[in-house]
Every structure is written in C-alpha cells, then in structure tokens.
C-alpha cells in the first residue's frame, strides 16, 4: 500500500476532517459537496466521487459531484433505472465495476456510457439506523484499479458520512417543518380574524361565516387564507 499513513490513522484523520467541515456547513449540500472531495482524495486512483441522495420530493439526485462525468454517469442511472450506485443503494452492499467495457450486469448504462472516461466504479450505500439515505460513488477512467482495499476505505468512509447527512437532513427537515407551522399558524389565525368580522359585520354564526368564506374560495378559485386576508384587510380600510 502506498498510503503515507497506517491506515486506522487515515481513517481516524478522515472522519476528523470530515467532522470539522460538517459543522461549519448549515446546508447538507455543502456538507456533501465536502464529503466528496474526501471521498476523492481518498481511494487511490479516484478521479471523480460524489454521492446520489433522495431529494426533498422524494426523488434520486446527485450531490457534491466533484467533476461533470459524475453528473453524466449519475444521470443516465437514474433515466434508465440502472447502475452500480442505484444497486449499492438498493442492495446496501458495495459494487465495484473493474471494467465498464467488460461489464455486463446492467448492459443499458454501461453501453450509455461508453464514450464517457470512466472505466473502473465503487459504490457503497449510505445507511444509518436502518434509514437507506443513498450511495458514494468513486470512478477512474482507467480499468482495474479499485480492490478490496479501496472498497474497505469507502465503508468506513460512508459509515460517518451517513451519519452526518442524516443529521442534517433531519435538522433541514425540522426547520421545514417549523416554518411550515409558523404559516399554518398564521393563516389559521388570519381565518379566525376574518371570521370575527363577518360575524360582527354581518350578525352570523361563527360557522356561517365560514360557509360565506368557503363559497367565496370556490366561488373565485383562491385558497380561504387569502380570502380571509382581503377581508381583513377590507376592515382595515375602511
């Protein structure tokens, strides 16, 4: 091995690199955007790393690509529902690809990417508490040239990796729902305004003015909130 450190040392200094960006990142994207250079910089031979993660809506994307063909490679994965990294993360093991020329487990993508400079690919899922979260990917344009070794390195690597997205994603997801609840709130609030001036403006119920609000969005197509706020904002008018 050509690494200038023992390796338990390597992966010690890795984590503790990674640590160090991650909590200075507000943003799990440039956490990720992090994550992938170490990635890169740490199997040997690797030319290209980057990590495939399921978006807000749910979706596949990639994140903290390091180089176009990343993206490229990615992209024809998720068009054509095939690839090593969508098997890591299917799977939750690692897949390694020592030539795409030679291949033949998913024939779509590697034909899609033959013009692509990318021979060799490695990818390992990220998991954490049981929460299949997506997959790190390394590639090379040269055959051949990841092995046991390099698989080990990206395990270890995903495994804090995985952790920290996780994290973030669910701070991310907390503040999204936070400000969700704040508008909630607040549109409920504009509801219950606009309720007590039909009631005073008009001498109904609490539920029939209501109904009046709820005719009013059918009847001209708007969500009740921003029909309860032009009726307030008609009081304070007037």
Partial sequence: MDNPLPLTGRLAALTE???????????ASKAVQSLAYVLKDSVPNATGAGASLINARGRRESAGATDPVVLQADKLQYELGQGPCLSAWAEQRAVIIQDTREETRWPEWTAAVANLPLRSVLSAPLTTEG??????????????????????LIERLAVPAAVMLGNARDREATQRLSS????????RDMIST????????MNITSQDALNVMLSASRG????????????????TDE
Avoid at 180 to 187: E, K, M, N, S, Y
Avoid at 194 to 201: D, K, T
């Fill in 17 to 27: 690199q990674m640590a160090g960006g991650f909590l200075t990142e507000e943003k």
């Fill in 220 to 235: 001209e197509d708007k969500p009740l909130y921003l029909v309860a706020r032009e009726i307030v904002s008609g009081m």
């Fill in 131 to 152: 929460r299949h979260i997506g997959a790190f990917k390394v590639y090379s344009p040269a055959p051949h040239v990841f092995d046991d070794h390099s698989i080990f």
């Fill in 180 to 187: 969700q609840l704040v508008d909630a709130l607040a549109q």
């Fill in 194 to 201: 606009a309720q007590g001036v039909l009631i005073g403006r």
